[in-house]
């Protein structure tokens, strides 16, 4: 009977840790999906086929939104179709809590909580704006705002979408400047 505890206990922190790993945010992706990946390796990640309604029907749109569950969270996903006409994971968003960062940073994290844990890269801290087309005004908002996290002025960021200075959910996309 000894046994069988230590051996219960080590069996279930490997499923907590391999767990953890599913829902690991970061600047490439989220768990095992990574931004980039094409279509192929998408649908065998989440163990489903992704049913298009607007690349491959329009020629003119190369981007499309889907919702998809990954290990048991809702997910929206970004595609898009590339030069080469693969279409590639382009973007991740959700507001699951089981989502967290290598530091714990995740839903209901402060916004001191995400600067501090990302001292070092370029962080973009903003209220989030309104237009209201009655007025033709813009309005900033009280409650909503936004930190986006790069490591260089261009590549993946994480952007942490906040309501009264707490995380609600995340997006992590590619940020790049099309001025050059």
Known sequence: MKKIFP?????LSA???AQNKD???SLDGLGSL?????LAELQKQLQTKIILKV???DSVRLTETVKAKYKGIDLEIDLFKRQDNIIALDGISSSSPLCKTKSGIGIGSTKLQVIAAYDGYHIDARPDFTYVEETNKTIKSKTNSSITIKEDREGY???FSLLNNKVVSFSIYPIYDDEE
């Open 7 to 11: 051996i219960l206990f080590m069996f």
């Open 15 to 17: 499923t907590a840790v």
């Open 23 to 25: 829902y690991l945010i």
């Open 34 to 38: 990574k931004i980039g990946m094409s």
């Open 55 to 57: 690349i491959d029907i």
């Open 157 to 159: 960021a994480i952007v």
